[in-house]
T-cell receptor
Framework: GAVVSQHPSRVICKSGTSVKIECRSL??????MFWYRQFPKQSLMLMAT?????????EQGVEKDKFLINHASLTLSTLTVTSAHPEDSSFYIC???????????FGSGTQLSVL | AQSVAQPEDQVNVAEGNPLTVKCTYS??????LFWYVQYPNRGLQFLLK??????LVKGSYGFEAEFNKSQTSFHLKKPSALVSDSALYFC???????????FGPGTRLSVLP
Protein backbone atom coordinates (compact mmCIF):
# COMPACT_ATOMS: atom_id res chain seq x y z
CA GLY A 1 0.00 0.00 0.00
CA ALA A 2 0.90 3.62 -0.29
CA VAL A 3 3.37 4.91 2.26
CA VAL A 4 4.01 8.38 3.56
CA SER A 5 7.34 8.96 5.23
CA GLN A 6 7.72 11.78 7.73
CA HIS A 7 11.09 12.87 9.06
CA PRO A 8 12.32 13.44 11.68
CA SER A 9 10.16 11.53 14.15
CA ARG A 10 11.48 13.56 17.05
CA VAL A 11 13.40 16.83 17.24
CA ILE A 12 14.61 18.97 20.12
CA CYS A 13 15.75 22.51 19.37
CA LYS A 14 16.62 25.76 21.07
CA SER A 15 14.23 28.66 21.18
CA GLY A 16 14.74 30.99 18.21
CA THR A 17 15.96 28.35 15.79
CA SER A 18 14.07 26.99 12.79
CA VAL A 19 13.06 23.38 12.28
CA LYS A 20 12.16 21.68 9.02
CA ILE A 21 9.88 18.64 8.85
CA GLU A 22 9.68 16.60 5.66
CA CYS A 23 6.76 14.60 4.36
CA ARG A 24 7.35 12.28 1.42
CA SER A 25 5.00 10.07 -0.53
CA LEU A 26 7.13 7.04 -1.31
CA UNK A 27 5.27 5.22 -4.05
CA UNK A 28 2.68 7.61 -5.35
CA UNK A 29 2.36 11.20 -6.46
CA UNK A 30 0.57 13.43 -4.02
CA UNK A 31 -0.89 16.58 -5.47
CA UNK A 32 -2.34 17.51 -2.10
CA MET A 33 -0.82 17.17 1.33
CA PHE A 34 -2.20 18.24 4.67
CA TRP A 35 -0.36 19.35 7.81
CA TYR A 36 -1.84 18.84 11.24
CA ARG A 37 -0.87 19.71 14.78
CA GLN A 38 -1.90 18.02 17.97
CA PHE A 39 -1.96 19.93 21.22
CA PRO A 40 -1.53 17.94 24.43
CA LYS A 41 -4.64 15.95 25.31
CA GLN A 42 -6.45 17.27 22.26
CA SER A 43 -7.24 16.00 18.80
CA LEU A 44 -5.50 16.74 15.54
CA MET A 45 -5.98 20.24 14.21
CA LEU A 46 -5.66 20.97 10.52
CA MET A 47 -3.05 23.66 9.96
CA ALA A 48 -2.85 23.97 6.22
CA THR A 49 -3.49 22.34 2.87
CA UNK A 50 -0.51 22.12 0.57
CA UNK A 51 -0.95 21.83 -3.19
CA UNK A 52 1.99 21.06 -5.43
CA UNK A 53 3.25 24.09 -7.26
CA UNK A 54 1.07 26.63 -5.48
CA UNK A 55 0.84 28.43 -2.18
CA UNK A 56 -0.51 26.58 0.80
CA UNK A 57 -3.94 27.36 2.16
CA UNK A 58 -3.80 28.03 5.88
CA GLU A 59 -6.59 27.49 8.36
CA GLN A 60 -7.82 30.40 10.40
CA GLY A 61 -5.52 31.27 13.26
CA VAL A 62 -2.42 29.60 11.77
CA GLU A 63 0.45 32.03 11.12
CA LYS A 64 1.69 31.49 7.59
CA ASP A 65 4.94 33.36 8.26
CA LYS A 66 5.70 31.13 11.19
CA PHE A 67 4.75 27.82 9.64
CA LEU A 68 6.25 27.85 6.16
CA ILE A 69 4.98 25.15 3.86
CA ASN A 70 6.65 24.24 0.60
CA HIS A 71 5.29 21.63 -1.80
CA ALA A 72 7.84 21.83 -4.58
CA SER A 73 7.33 18.38 -6.03
CA LEU A 74 4.64 15.72 -6.25
CA THR A 75 6.36 13.62 -3.62
CA LEU A 76 7.62 16.12 -1.07
CA SER A 77 6.11 18.74 1.19
CA THR A 78 8.01 20.47 3.97
CA LEU A 79 6.86 22.34 7.03
CA THR A 80 9.35 24.79 8.53
CA VAL A 81 8.69 26.14 11.99
CA THR A 82 10.55 29.44 11.99
CA SER A 83 11.96 31.08 15.11
CA ALA A 84 10.55 28.31 17.25
CA HIS A 85 9.31 29.04 20.74
CA PRO A 86 8.39 26.65 23.56
CA GLU A 87 4.69 27.10 22.76
CA ASP A 88 5.38 25.58 19.35
CA SER A 89 6.25 22.32 21.06
CA SER A 90 3.72 19.87 19.73
CA PHE A 91 3.11 16.80 17.63
CA TYR A 92 2.98 17.51 13.89
CA ILE A 93 1.65 15.03 11.36
CA CYS A 94 1.28 15.16 7.60
CA UNK A 95 -0.98 13.31 5.24
CA UNK A 96 -1.07 12.92 1.50
CA UNK A 97 -3.84 12.24 -0.97
CA UNK A 98 -2.98 9.65 -3.56
CA UNK A 99 -3.27 6.14 -4.84
CA UNK A 100 -5.85 4.71 -7.20
CA UNK A 101 -8.77 5.59 -4.97
CA UNK A 102 -7.47 8.99 -3.91
CA UNK A 103 -7.24 7.88 -0.31
CA UNK A 104 -5.60 9.73 2.54
CA UNK A 105 -2.32 8.35 3.87
CA PHE A 106 -0.62 9.55 7.01
CA GLY A 107 2.93 10.02 8.12
CA SER A 108 3.92 8.78 11.56
CA GLY A 109 4.31 12.25 13.00
CA THR A 110 7.04 14.47 14.41
CA GLN A 111 7.33 15.35 18.08
CA LEU A 112 8.84 18.83 18.34
CA SER A 113 10.23 20.03 21.65
CA VAL A 114 11.48 23.61 21.86
CA LEU A 115 13.66 24.40 24.86
CA ALA B 1 2.42 -4.85 15.77
CA GLN B 2 -0.17 -2.14 16.21
CA SER B 3 -2.85 -1.97 13.55
CA VAL B 4 -6.27 -0.60 12.79
CA ALA B 5 -8.68 -2.33 10.44
CA GLN B 6 -11.67 -0.93 8.67
CA PRO B 7 -13.02 -4.02 6.93
CA GLU B 8 -15.30 -2.20 4.54
CA ASP B 9 -13.80 -0.15 1.77
CA GLN B 10 -17.20 1.28 0.87
CA VAL B 11 -20.52 1.57 2.71
CA ASN B 12 -23.73 2.55 0.95
CA VAL B 13 -26.87 3.52 2.85
CA ALA B 14 -30.12 5.21 1.97
CA GLU B 15 -30.85 8.62 3.44
CA GLY B 16 -32.75 8.34 6.69
CA ASN B 17 -31.48 4.84 7.44
CA PRO B 18 -29.06 4.08 10.25
CA LEU B 19 -25.41 3.74 9.33
CA THR B 20 -22.48 1.86 10.81
CA VAL B 21 -18.83 2.16 9.84
CA LYS B 22 -16.73 -0.58 11.39
CA CYS B 23 -13.35 -0.36 13.07
CA THR B 24 -11.28 -2.92 14.93
CA TYR B 25 -7.84 -2.44 16.36
CA SER B 26 -4.87 -4.32 17.66
CA UNK B 27 -2.97 -2.25 20.21
CA UNK B 28 -1.57 -3.25 23.54
CA UNK B 29 -2.90 -1.60 26.65
CA UNK B 30 -5.85 0.76 26.72
CA UNK B 31 -5.50 3.01 23.67
CA UNK B 32 -7.22 6.25 22.92
CA LEU B 33 -9.65 5.83 20.01
CA PHE B 34 -10.69 8.41 17.45
CA TRP B 35 -12.91 8.90 14.43
CA TYR B 36 -12.13 11.48 11.78
CA VAL B 37 -13.97 12.45 8.60
CA GLN B 38 -12.59 13.82 5.38
CA TYR B 39 -14.95 15.67 3.10
CA PRO B 40 -13.93 16.11 -0.56
CA ASN B 41 -10.90 18.37 -1.00
CA ARG B 42 -10.60 18.98 2.74
CA GLY B 43 -8.32 17.75 5.48
CA LEU B 44 -9.39 15.65 8.40
CA GLN B 45 -12.06 16.81 10.77
CA PHE B 46 -12.39 15.41 14.26
CA LEU B 47 -15.65 13.59 15.01
CA LEU B 48 -15.21 12.00 18.41
CA LYS B 49 -12.83 10.23 20.74
CA UNK B 50 -12.85 7.66 23.50
CA UNK B 51 -10.40 7.94 26.36
CA UNK B 52 -12.17 6.29 29.26
CA UNK B 53 -15.60 6.06 30.84
CA UNK B 54 -18.91 5.36 29.14
CA UNK B 55 -18.52 2.99 26.21
CA LEU B 56 -20.91 5.03 24.06
CA VAL B 57 -19.32 8.26 22.91
CA LYS B 58 -21.27 11.04 21.25
CA GLY B 59 -19.58 13.35 18.79
CA SER B 60 -20.09 15.95 16.11
CA TYR B 61 -22.86 15.98 13.48
CA GLY B 62 -24.97 13.42 15.34
CA PHE B 63 -22.39 10.65 15.18
CA GLU B 64 -21.64 8.28 18.01
CA ALA B 65 -19.30 5.36 18.52
CA GLU B 66 -19.38 2.34 20.76
CA PHE B 67 -16.24 1.03 22.38
CA ASN B 68 -16.20 -2.73 22.88
CA LYS B 69 -13.12 -3.87 24.72
CA SER B 70 -13.70 -7.60 24.38
CA GLN B 71 -14.08 -7.30 20.63
CA THR B 72 -11.47 -4.53 20.33
CA SER B 73 -13.91 -2.57 18.19
CA PHE B 74 -14.94 1.05 17.95
CA HIS B 75 -17.74 1.19 15.37
CA LEU B 76 -19.07 4.55 14.23
CA LYS B 77 -22.84 4.93 14.09
CA LYS B 78 -25.55 7.41 13.24
CA PRO B 79 -29.28 6.75 13.68
CA SER B 80 -30.38 8.56 10.53
CA ALA B 81 -27.97 9.20 7.65
CA LEU B 82 -27.89 12.39 5.60
CA VAL B 83 -26.66 12.79 2.03
CA SER B 84 -24.19 15.34 3.40
CA ASP B 85 -22.61 12.59 5.52
CA SER B 86 -21.07 11.15 2.34
CA ALA B 87 -17.32 11.30 2.93
CA LEU B 88 -14.25 9.29 3.89
CA TYR B 89 -14.13 8.10 7.48
CA PHE B 90 -10.96 7.19 9.34
CA CYS B 91 -10.61 5.30 12.58
CA UNK B 92 -7.44 5.97 14.55
CA UNK B 93 -5.82 4.79 17.74
CA UNK B 94 -3.08 6.27 19.84
CA UNK B 95 -1.28 3.88 22.15
CA UNK B 96 -1.37 5.05 25.76
CA UNK B 97 2.41 4.96 25.97
CA UNK B 98 3.13 6.98 22.85
CA UNK B 99 2.26 9.99 20.78
CA UNK B 100 2.02 8.55 17.31
CA UNK B 101 -1.32 7.80 15.74
CA UNK B 102 -2.15 4.62 13.88
CA PHE B 103 -4.80 5.20 11.26
CA GLY B 104 -7.10 2.74 9.55
CA PRO B 105 -7.26 2.68 5.75
CA GLY B 106 -10.50 4.59 5.61
CA THR B 107 -14.08 3.75 4.61
CA ARG B 108 -15.93 5.65 1.93
CA LEU B 109 -19.52 6.30 2.97
CA SER B 110 -22.10 7.08 0.33
CA VAL B 111 -25.56 8.13 1.44
CA LEU B 112 -28.05 7.86 -1.37
CA PRO B 113 -31.07 10.20 -1.58
Amino acid sequence: GAVVSQHPSRVICKSGTSVKIECRSLDFQATTMFWYRQFPKQSLMLMATSNEGSKATYEQGVEKDKFLINHASLTLSTLTVTSAHPEDSSFYICSAVGGANEKLFFGSGTQLSVL
Amino acid sequence: AQSVAQPEDQVNVAEGNPLTVKCTYSVSGNPYLFWYVQYPNRGLQFLLKYITGDNLVKGSYGFEAEFNKSQTSFHLKKPSALVSDSALYFCAVRPPSGQNFVFGPGTRLSVLP
